[in-house]
Nanobody, 119 residues
Framework: QVQLVESGGGLVQPGGSLRLSCAAS????????MKWYRQAPGKERGLVAT????????NYADSVKGRFTISRDNRKNMVYLQMNSLKPEETAVYYC????????????WGQGTQVTVSS
């Protein structure tokens, strides 16, 4: 069974940091591009960060560049999102996504983890 399980969300003060984790199982993790998305209430889901299958290349939304870092550990089938200097407007549910590196097959989603940035 394919599973993506996010963890690490919670309540953090503005300017604080969190590290999100996503544990993958049930598919060939090393053949998938991994992405983090987020969705705030009433808004569409937006792409936050991307990392290629071998971890050699990353991309970020302009709004998070310099503050967020995506990484992966292919030995552990894990992907991470380090979030620094968090802003209240970044309160959202954060989702882990797996996308086939060659564009073949289906992509997978986790259930999400809530991040709340508030004082």
């Amino acid at each position: 069974q394919v599973q993506l399980v996010e963890s690490g969300g919670g309540l953090v003060q503005p300017g604080g940091s969190l590290r999100l984790s996503c544990a993958a199982s049930g598919f060939s993790f090393n053949n998938y591009v991994m992405k983090w998305y987020r969705q705030a209430p009433g808004k569409e889901r937006g792409l936050v960060a991307t990392i290629l299958s071998n971890g050699g290349s990353t991309n970020y939304a302009d709004s998070v560049k310099g503050r967020f870092t995506i990484s992966r550990d292919n030995r552990k089938n894990m992907v991470y999102l380090q979030m620094n200097s968090l802003k209240p407007e970044e309160t959202a549910v954060y989702y882990c996504n797996a996308f086939p590196s060659r564009g073949s097959g289906r992509n997978y989603w986790g259930q999400g983890t809530q991040v709340t940035v508030s004082s």
